[in-house]
Antibody, heavy 117, light 110 residues
Framework: EVQLVESGGGLVQPGGSLRLSCAAS????????MNWVRQAPGKGLEWVAY????????DYRDSVKGRFTVSRDNARNSLYLQMNNLRDEDTALYYC??????????WGQGTRVTVSS | QSALTQPPSASESAGQSVTISCTGT?????????VSWYQQHPGKTPKLIIY???KRPSGVPDRFSGSKSGNTASLTVSGLQAEDEADYYC??????????FGGGTKLTVL
């Protein structure tokens, strides 16, 4: 069974940093691209970042470019999102999602990030 | 990276059919056959129900179907059941390893 478990969320002040992690199990992690998707409270889904199984392939939504860095450790079956210079509008539930057939076929339960002073 | 356009809400009676639209541009929906749809019940994780415009993952009932014409994709739910009441989100590949979601549609089964 595919399992994705996010961690690392919390309350942080504007301008602060957080590092999210996603532990994967139940599939061959190194063979899949991965994504981060977020959902602000009461709002819709928003794609944030992509990392291919070839880690040279990485991209971000415009609003987080230069502030967020996605990475992966295939030996640890783990996905990461380093978030710097956080803004109020980054407040959301952050999901990691496996990429398959140009879609997101498995999702974790999410980790909550709150940016507030 | 503008969000795709979905109606905020839709409603139909149990047993009937409803279609939810998703409008983008030639840079996303119209440019690729990589539209997917997700169902999200309140407080739950999104679930993939349609990928590559028309394909259903294993276990998704055939009451759910997808289509696309030009820059607009559609999700049709036939034989509506109470458990279909949820939020539905479309998504499209937008090139250069980026994706864009729609704003979501709240489906009410009357």
């Amino acid at each position: 069974e595919v399992q994705l478990v996010e961690s690392g969320g919390g309350l942080v002040q504007p301008g602060g940093s957080l590092r999210l992690s996603c532990a994967a199990s139940g599939f061959s992690f190194r063979n899949y691209s991965m994504n981060w998707v977020r959902q602000a409270p009461g709002k819709g889904l928003e794609w944030v970042a992509y990392i291919g199984f070839v880690t040279s392939f990485i991209d971000y939504r415009d609003s987080v470019k230069g502030r967020f860095t996605v990475s992966r450790d295939n030996a640890r079956n783990s996905l990461y999102l380093q978030m710097n210079n956080l803004r109020d509008e980054d407040t959301a539930l952050y999901y990691c999602a496996r990429g398959t057939n140009w879609a997101f076929d498995s999702w974790g339960q999410g980790t909550r990030v709150t940016v507030s002073s | 990276q503008s969000a795709l356009t979905q109606p905020p809400s839709a409603s139909e009676s149990a047993g009937q059919s409803v279609t939810i639209s998703c409008t983008g541009t030639s840079s996303d929906v119209g440019g690729y056959n990589f539209v997917s749809w997700y169902q999200q019940h309140p407080g739950k994780t999104p679930k993939l129900i349609i990928y590559e415009v028309t394909k259903r993952p294993s276990g998704v009932p055939d009451r759910f179907s997808g289509s696309k014409s030009g820059n607009t994709a559609s999700l049709t739910v036939s034989g509506l059941q109470a458990e279909d009441e949820a939020d539905y989100y479309c998504n499209s590949y937008a090139g250069a390893r980026t994706w864009v979601f729609g704003g979501g549609t709240k489906l009410t089964v009357l």
